[in-house]
C-alpha cells in the first residue's frame, strides 16, 4: 500500500471536477484503510502465504482483464523483466506475506498504524538507491526522525522485555513485521524508479506483469510449505477476495486516476487518511482496543511523513531569485 511519489506522476488532468478525484481518494483511502481488517479475517483461519498467494492472484485478475481489453502488450526485455520480479518481491510477495503473519500477532489497527510508516521509509531509501534525493533538505531529515520516533511510541519501548507478557512479546513480533513489510515499501518504489522509470510500457501493463511474477514464488512454496486449510469460512474467502480485487486491483486504478487528475502530491496525503480508518474499523468492526500510547504514536509517524513530504515545514519555502 504504497502510494506515488510526485516524480512518477503524470501531469494533473485541470478538465476533470474537483469532486471527480475526491471521490476516488475517498474510496481509496477507505479501501486501503479497511484492508487491515480483512487480513486479520483472514489470518484467522488461512496460513500468511496462502493469504499472501490468495489477494495476489484475486489482485491481478481485475488488471490483467482491464489491460487485454486495452490492448495491453508484455515486455519484450529480458533485463526488464527481472528488475519487475524484484520490484515484485518487495512490493508484493514479501510484505503481502509479512502482513500475514502480523494478522495473526496484533489487532487491525495497530497494522494501519504502523503502515503509516510506509513514506519514511521510502525517503530513506530513495536517499540511498536515487541520485536526485542524496541531498536531503533539513525537512527531510527532521520528518524522518519525528517519524521514526513515533514509531517507537507505538511500540512502547519503554517497557523492558523483562517486564512484559509472553503476548506483548507477540505484539512487538508483529508489529516488527509490519515495519518490515513497509521497508520492503520503501525499497521497492525507489527500485522502480531508478531501474523501470523511463520503461515504454505503462503502468498498467507493468503493475499487472508485477503482480503475476509476484504470485509464482508463492504458487510454489504454498503446496510444499502449507496444509489445506480446513474450517474456512465464507468470510475468510471474502476477505481475500476483496483484499485482491479491492485492496490491490481496483485500488491501483483509483490511484491512478487520482494522481492523473489531483497530481501525486495530493495523492500521497492518503497515506494520513489510512490510519483514522484503520483504527476506526479495527475498534467497530472487530471489538479491538488500543493503549494510549498507539494512537499517540500514530499522530507522530503522521506528522513525520508529512515533514518528509513537504506537506509541513518550519520554514517558509523561498520564491526562486530573478
Known sequence: MSVLSPSEASPVDTRRPLADWRSKFALLALIWGMSFVFIKVAAESLAPMQVSLGRIVAGALPLLVVMLLRGGRWPASPRLWAHMAVAALLLNTIPFTLF??????????????????????????????????????????????????????????????????????????????????????????????????????????????????????????????????????????????????????????????????????????????????????????????LSWNQPLGAVVIIVGAALCQGMIRTRPVRPPSA
Not at 145 to 152: E, I, P
Open 100 to 289: 500475514g503473519y502480523a494478522g495473526q500477532l496484533i489487532p487491525s489497527a495497530v497494522m494501519g498504524i504502523v503502515n503509516a510508516a510506509t513514506p519514511l521509509f521510502g525517503v530513506a531509501f530513495s536517499m540511498v538507491l536515487l541520485a536526485d534525493e542524496r541531498r536531503p533538505d533539513r525537512d527531510r531529515v527532521l520528518g524522518l526522525a519525528v517519524g521514526f520516533l513515533g514509531v517507537l511510541v507505538v511500540f512502547g519501548v519503554w517497557n523492558s522485555l523483562g517486564e512484559v507478557s509472553v503476548s506483548d512479546r507477540d505484539a512487538m513480533i508483529g508489529m516488527a513485521f509490519v515495519v518490515a513489510a513497509t521497508a520492503c515499501y520503501g525499497i521497492g518504489t525507489p527500485y522502480l524508479r531508478r531501474f523501470v522509470a523511463g520503461s515504454s510500457h505503462s503502468a498498467l501493463e507493468l503493475s499487472t506483469l508485477q503482480l503475476l511474477l509476484a504470485a509464482v514464488p508463492l504458487a510454489v512454496l504454498v503446496p510444499l510449505t502449507t496444509d489445506v486449510p480446513t474450517g474456512v469460512t465464507w468470510q475468510v474467502v471474502a476477505s481475500v477476495v476483496v483484499l485482491g480485487v479491492l485492496g490491490t486491483g481496483v485500488a491501483y486504478i483509483l490511484q491512478y486516476s487520482v494522481v492523473r487528475e489531483a497530481g501525486a502530491t495530493v495523492a500521497t496525503t492518503v497515506t494520513y487518511v489510512v490510519p483514522v480508518i484503520s483504527i476506526a474499523a479495527g475498534i467497530t468492526l472487530m471489538g479491538e482496543s
